[in-house]
């Protein structure tokens, strides 16, 4: 069975702590995607690798990092937490197939900062 | 992407077939019809997806109109498990497309 793994299911941090949010997927997928999801903002991208060490931009980037070492492994990094940075954390992954290529989904980590 | 329009909410008694419609009427030729749905506090769900033909896995049936303007999902012998948000997005195919959800329709099953 498919599995993405997110690190924590809830995480409480302090405003200005450095956060960091594990993913690990076991699918071999090229492709891996940071979300937040918030009310009344549906689902919006962070940042997605596309290879080992490779990042794009997504649609709201600042504010947090990324880094990609391993082709399994995609990290997200909040350099100083804030608290509109409170959120659901969700990570995805998928391959470059073209037919078949639907993100799967970790199981989210609801990240609350005080 | 192009935008897809939902109903904000369904019932559907246990045991019953669910449909869930979705608008796409400015989808263009190469984007597809996918659908994913979210329970409660868990991570999105990929359901299925389409073109033009009409497919069917475990999950659901994935009915898409011959202009390709609107689709239906039906979950046909849906179970209390299946409350969740459902999401219809369409896209291109491609590895590296980002997900773009709305709002969804709050689907509820009533036993």
């Known amino acids: 069975d498919v599995k993405v793994t997110q690190s924590s299911r809830y995480l409480v941090k302090r405003t200005g702590e450095k956060v960091f949010l594990e993913c690990v997927q076991d699918m071999d997928h090229e492709n891996m995607f940071w979300y937040r999801q918030d009310p009344g903002l549906g689902l919006r991208l962070i940042y997605f690798s596309y290879d080992v060490k490779m990042k794009e931009k997504g649609d709201i980037p600042e504010g947090y990092s990324v880094s990609r070492e391993k082709k399994e492994r995609f990290s997200l990094i909040l350099e100083s937490a804030s608290t509109n940075q409170t959120s659901m954390y969700l990570c995805?992954?998928?391959?470059?197939?073209?037919?078949?290529?639907?993100?799967?989904f970790g199981p989210g980590t609801r990240l609350t900062v005080l | 992407d192009a935008k897809t329009t939902q109903p904000t909410s369904m019932d559907c008694a246990e045991g019953r077939a669910a449909n869930l419609p979705c608008n796409h009427s400015?989808?263009?030729?190469?984007?597809?019809v996918y659908w994913y749905r979210q329970i409660h506090s868990q991570g999105p769900q990929y359901i299925i997806h389409g073109l033009k033909n009409n497919e069917t896995n475990e999950m659901a049936s994935l009915i898409i109109t011959e202009d390709r303007k609107s689709s239906t999902l039906i979950l046909p012998h849906a179970t209390l498990r299946d409350t969740a948000v459902y999401y219809c997005?369409?896209?291109?195919?491609?590895?590296?497309?980002?997900?773009?959800f709305g709002t969804g329709t709050r689907l509820t099953i009533i036993p």
């Open positions: 995805a992954s998928t391959n470059q197939d073209r037919g078949h290529n639907e993100q799967f």
């Open positions: 997005i369409v896209r291109r195919n491609f590895g590296n497309e980002k997900l773009t």
């Open positions: 400015t989808i263009s030729g190469n984007e597809y």
